[in-house]
């Protein structure tokens, strides 16, 4: 499968009280886990949606520092009230067309393991369901990888939401993938997330 690899950052990060996604973590920056984690997926190419021109060259910065500049590419978009279905939908409508499946990362959450997304990619090559995402104590996390089939449907998304919904009802159309690691689930949404005071 030819598969792409979409990292929503186009929040204004509120709660966190603004550019959340340029906090300091680790060595870097927030958004720096998120990228490793969808460079070291099976993917053709990288699309970070960025609701800034700061965040979008923090990706560039850490895409070259990391060796994978030709892999990344950026989609700008304007943040609305409207919420992650504006990320989700110019994210899909930004991948060429010959991708087969896209796997969707969230920015916030930089703990996601890198050995996830490739179980995810040998799971739908391996059966003809229409998503794939891993599980944990019966409770699904991210990242998910979603055919093309679903991107009609994900496009009509509206509001601030993802595409929990979709997956919701696809009954044996979804591969849950069973994991051991928490950093399917866990996201940053305020400053103490992150030890920040």
Do not use: C, W
Not at 172 to 194: A, N, S, W, Y
């Amino acid at each position: 499968m030819k598969l792409y690899a979409l990292v929503l950052a186009g929040g204004e990060g509120r709660r966190f009280g603004g550019q959340k996604l340029l906090a300091p973590h680790g060595e870097g920056l927030l958004i720096d886990a998120a990228l490793a984690a969808a460079l070291a997926a099976p993917v053709e190419r990288v699309f970070v949606v960025a609701g800034s021109e700061e965040l979008a060259a923090a990706a560039r910065a850490f895409a070259k520092r990391s060796g994978q500049e030709a892999r990344l590419r950026v989609v700008p978009v304007v943040y609305a009230e409207e919420g992650l279905s504006v990320s989700l939908r110019a994210g899909l409508a930004a991948l060429p067309p010959d991708a087969e499946g896209a796997f969707v990362f969230l920015g916030d959450m930089p703990d996601v393991p890198y050995d996830v997304a490739g179980r995810l990619a040998q799971a739908l090559e391996e059966n003809p369901a229409l998503a794939a995402a891993p599980v944990l104590a019966g409770r699904r996390g991210h990242p998910v990888l979603l055919r093309r089939a679903l991107f009609p449907l994900l496009g009509q998304l509206r509001g601030d939401r993802g595409a929990g919904g979709l997956l919701a009802v696809l009954g044996g159309d979804l591969l849950q993938i069973e994991v051991t690691d928490g950093g399917i689930f866990r996201d940053v949404d305020h400053p103490e997330d992150l030890g920040i005071r």
